[in-house]
């Protein structure tokens, strides 16, 4: 795992969600984004994408199964709990109320959050394909060819 360096197409000021596209709850979270980040403060990369493939290989993550959203802002990564912190408090009022729970220990808010995410396609179903952007919402998206 290399975290001295930016991770690919990552910029230092760049602010990215990466999230399971098949994944309808993911969907759900990166339409929530889309809808709530009026400022434009976050870029969304699918797992599945040639950009999210690099970016997990970057930090040592696997490629082909995903158990937790990822955050990535510069060089640093967030995982689980503490990636939807980070974005629900750069959403400003009221999202970031939401951090309230923060004070709850790590790994009791981590074991939840893995309770959500590794039954997340039984819970909330799965798409059979990866989800295009609309195109008044393709520049929300991490994309290298653009």
Not at 96 to 115: Q, S
Request: glycine share 4%; charged share 25%.
């Amino acid at each position: 795992m290399n975290t001295d360096k930016l991770p690919p197409y990552i910029s230092a000021s760049d602010r990215v969600i990466l999230f399971d596209d098949v994944c309808k709850l993911c969907n759900a979270w990166s339409n929530f984004i889309i809808k709530h980040d009026k400022h434009r403060l976050f870029k969304l990369c699918s797992v599945q994408s040639e950009e999210g493939q690099a970016i997990l290989l970057h930090f040592g993550l696997p490629i082909d199964s995903y158990e937790t959203m990822l955050y990535v802002e510069g060089n640093q990564s967030f995982q689980k709990s503490d990636a939807f912190f980070q974005v629900m408090t750069k959403l400003g009022f009221p999202w970031k109320m939401a951090c309230i729970f923060n004070v709850i220990p790590r790994p009791v808010r981590d074991w939840m959050y893995d309770r959500i995410a590794l039954n997340r396609y039984s819970l909330f179903g799965k798409y059979d394909y990866c989800t295009l952007p609309s195109p008044d919402h393709k520049t929300r998206f991490l994309n290298a060819k653009l």
